[in-house]
């Protein structure tokens, strides 16, 4: 059920020219990395995921893909993808669903959907992530926020007051009188 409903949303969304204001999805950072996702794609649906939706390249544009059936040892499952692709895991406790996000040596950002206060409490405070938007997606970011990741998803945060800081030169200034 859940597959087929997200499958449809998936499906439904416009891709392709930045420009066209119905457009949701547009083209990744270049040509090169359209070629890596789609290549990512392609050796998952080879060792057995399901393409649900989208998977298509066009230029540098990718359409919303949507998978099922990952291998977790896959690039596209372990490794960050910054493209319009995600992939369906089952978990039967939540903390199954933390373990796995954690076992990667990446944390930038991580989406959590749920309606239990308390699965969201413990996600917050377990997950290994830069930031973790409840009910939203992993991109919900708006300029005032602090954004950066942890592990190995880079290093300190983007920010107003963190550019004060990094593009400032702190002194040390003493007076005796």
């Excluded at 794609?41 to 066009?58: F, H, S, Y």
């Excluded at 990952?70 to 903390?95: K, M, N």
């Excluded at 973790?132 to 926020?145: C, G, K, P, Q, Y």
Aim: with cysteine; glycine share 10%; aromatic share 6%.
């Amino acid at each position: 059920m859940v597959e087929s409903r997200l499958a449809a949303l998936v499906s439904a969304l416009t891709y392709g020219d930045p420009f066209d204001p119905d457009t949701v999805v547009g083209p990744v950072i270049s040509e090169t990395e359209a070629e890596r996702i789609e290549r990512w794609i392609d050796e998952a649906i080879d060792a057995g995921a399901t393409r649900l939706a989208g998977g298509d390249r066009k230029g540098a544009v990718i359409a919303p893909t949507l998978l099922t059936g990952v291998d977790r040892r896959l690039s596209i499952s372990c490794q960050e993808v910054f493209g319009p692709v995600i992939s369906i895991e089952s978990f039967d406790q939540t903390a199954e669903a933390i373990a796995r996000i954690n076992d990667t040596p990446f944390g930038l950002a991580t989406g959590w959907f749920t309606n239990r206060l308390d699965d969201a409490l413990a996600a917050a405070r377990e997950l290994e992530v830069g930031g973790i938007h409840i009910n939203e997606t992993s991109s919900s970011r708006v300029d005032l926020m602090p954004y950066g990741g942890s592990k190995a998803s880079g290093f300190g945060r983007e920010g107003p007051s963190h550019a004060i800081r990094e593009m400032s030169e702190e002194r040390l200034v003493t007076l005796l009188a």
